[in-house]
């Protein structure tokens, strides 16, 4: 079926000429990297972790969510879902991949990715989550490509693959909460130190990756003449509000906590984020342009008429995206560590060397699912599908 991606007019070839570029470039830059190490970066000895983390924890969520269309399709028989099914685990595949490669060049040397599984710890939840990540790939992989191998040609998907969908739905909520416990175990860092992270990590994914997936739809009948239906649109818009409610109403329990509270430890992170601290105030513009797209979503979201129409849902996802992007990626990460553990506010900000490689791995994450949806709907006009 890879030769139907072979097949296509200048507008797709143009795309993945442009992504190309973008990859080679981000490619140097991660050469320059190799060679020099992380020291190009604007990480340090107390913000270890920045912009490559960040975009690995806001794209696990994207990957989770793919189980938001495969529960409704493969287990309540949501026949509405068909033409989306596969979006979304094609979606889950180029966000691991993504995923992937962000904790590939955070590492620094690569052979210490060897080094996970060569010397495998338990105890390590750095390791539980390299495997559950591998894991949640090969289920997507195996399950697209024998359910769709099924669907050209037109028999029933085996027997055996059944399991295996459903063993994909608790493995697909197992990759974010394991991410989640990756933050909330380091006890030294009290802005991570709670145990509503990780459902907080789910509703955020449950809102953004169907939100991300309702963009591609939108997109894919624009310009691929590909239209999965207004009603999967609308179920679709259904779940990210409930899911971004859901988010916000975790947000506000984790500000009321700290501030009513009043414990420095706690209050000083939240300072930082909204206000600023010792003249560092980097993420206060972009937090309070994070709120300010939230509440906007919410707004277009609740209401039925305004979430009906595909022009305004398709904004309010964009809202959505670029809101949950910010909060639960840098947001998220760089204000654990600021301030240090011994209240040192370090002031850190991505390098351009940082910011050419995210660029470039993200094209990646498009390159491979421009080429996947291009197959999907190749196939899907040769067989008729409707």
Same mark, same amino acid.
């Given at each position: 079926?890879?030769?139907?991606?072979?097949?296509?007019?200048?507008?797709?070839?143009?795309?993945?000429?442009?992504?190309?570029?973008?990859?080679?470039?981000?490619?140097?830059?991660?050469?320059?990297?190799?060679?020099?190490?992380?020291?190009?970066?604007?990480?340090?000895?107390?913000?270890?972790?920045?912009?490559?983390?960040?975009?690995?924890?806001?794209?696990?969520?994207?990957?989770?969510?793919?189980?938001?269309?495969?529960?409704?399709?493969?287990?309540?028989?949501?026949?509405?879902?068909?033409?989306?099914?596969?979006?979304?685990?094609?979606?889950?595949?180029?966000?691991?991949?993504?995923?992937?490669?962000?904790?590939?060049?955070?590492?620094?040397?690569?052979?210490?990715?060897?080094?996970?599984?060569?010397?495998?710890?338990?105890?390590?939840?750095?390791?539980?989550?390299?495997?559950?990540?591998?894991?949640?790939?090969?289920?997507?992989?195996?399950?697209?490509?024998?359910?769709?191998?099924?669907?050209?040609?037109?028999?029933?998907?085996?027997?055996?693959?059944?399991?295996?969908?459903?063993?994909?739905?608790?493995?697909?909520?197992?990759?974010?909460?394991?991410?989640?416990?990756?933050?909330?175990?380091?006890?030294?860092?009290?802005?991570?130190?709670?145990?509503?992270?990780?459902?907080?990590?789910?509703?955020?994914?449950?809102?953004?990756?169907?939100?991300?997936?309702?963009?591609?739809?939108?997109?894919?009948?624009?310009?691929?003449?590909?239209?999965?239906?207004?009603?999967?649109?609308?179920?679709?818009?259904?779940?990210?509000?409930?899911?971004?409610?859901?988010?916000?109403?975790?947000?506000?329990?984790?500000?009321?906590?700290?501030?009513?509270?009043?414990?420095?430890?706690?209050?000083?992170?939240?300072?930082?984020?909204?206000?600023?601290?010792?003249?560092?105030?980097? @993420?206060?513009?972009? %937090?309070? $342009?994070?709120? +300010?797209? !939230?509440?906007?979503? *919410? #707004? &277009?979201?609740?209401?039925? =008429?305004?979430?009906?129409?595909?022009?305004?849902?398709?904004?309010?996802?964009?809202?959505?995206?670029?809101?949950?992007?910010?909060?639960?990626?840098?947001?998220?990460?760089?204000?654990?560590?600021?301030?240090?553990?011994?209240?040192?506010?370090?002031?850190?900000?991505?390098? @351009?060397?940082?910011? %050419?490689? $995210?660029?470039? +791995?993200? !094209?990646?994450?498009? *390159? #491979? &699912?421009?080429?996947?949806? =291009?197959?999907?709907?190749?196939?899907?006009?040769?067989?008729?599908?409707?």
């Amino acid at each position: 079926m890879i030769e139907k991606a072979l097949i296509g007019g200048k507008r797709y070839w143009g795309w993945l000429a442009v992504l190309s570029v973008v990859i080679i470039l981000g490619l140097l830059a991660y050469l320059k990297q190799f060679n020099t190490g992380l020291a190009i970066t604007g990480l340090s000895r107390d913000v270890p972790w920045g912009f490559y983390i960040a975009q690995f924890t806001f794209l696990v969520g994207v990957a989770a969510s793919a189980v938001m269309v495969v529960l409704p399709y493969y287990l309540h028989n949501f026949k509405d879902f068909g033409k989306m099914t596969i979006l979304g685990e094609f979606l889950a595949i180029s966000s691991v991949i993504m995923c992937m490669l962000f904790i590939f060049v955070d590492m620094g040397n690569p052979i210490r990715i060897v080094n996970v599984f060569l010397h495998p710890t338990p105890h390590s939840l750095m390791f539980w989550d390299s495997v559950v990540l591998m894991g949640y790939l090969l289920l997507n992989v195996v399950i697209s490509q024998v359910t769709f191998n099924s669907e050209r040609k037109g028999i029933a998907p085996p027997k055996w693959i059944k399991p295996v969908i459903v063993l994909s739905i608790p493995w697909a909520v197992s990759i974010h909460t394991v991410t989640a416990f990756l933050y909330s175990g380091l006890a030294a860092r009290p802005f991570w130190l709670t145990a509503i992270l990780a459902p907080r990590f789910l509703a955020s994914a449950f809102a953004a990756g169907p939100a991300f997936l309702v963009i591609l739809c939108l997109v894919m009948k624009k310009f691929a003449n590909y239209d999965v239906g207004r009603e999967p649109l609308k179920k679709l818009g259904v779940i990210i509000a409930y899911a971004m409610s859901i988010n916000i109403f975790f947000v506000l329990l984790e500000l009321f906590t700290a501030l009513y509270s009043d414990i420095p430890e706690h209050m000083h992170h939240f300072e930082y984020l909204f206000f600023g601290l010792d003249g560092n105030d980097f @993420l206060v513009p972009f %937090m309070w $342009t994070s709120e +300010i797209l !939230a509440v906007v979503s *919410l #707004v &277009l979201l609740l209401v039925p =008429k305004l979430r009906q129409n595909s022009t305004l849902l398709g904004l309010a996802c964009v809202t959505v995206i670029v809101s949950l992007w910010i909060d639960k990626g840098m947001g998220l990460v760089i204000t654990g560590f600021i301030p240090s553990t011994l209240g040192q506010v370090v002031k850190y900000v991505p390098t @351009l060397p940082e910011l %050419m490689i $995210t660029i470039s +791995i993200y !094209a990646i994450g498009f *390159l #491979v &699912l421009t080429v996947l949806y =291009k197959v999907a709907i190749a196939v899907r006009e040769e067989i008729g599908y409707k």
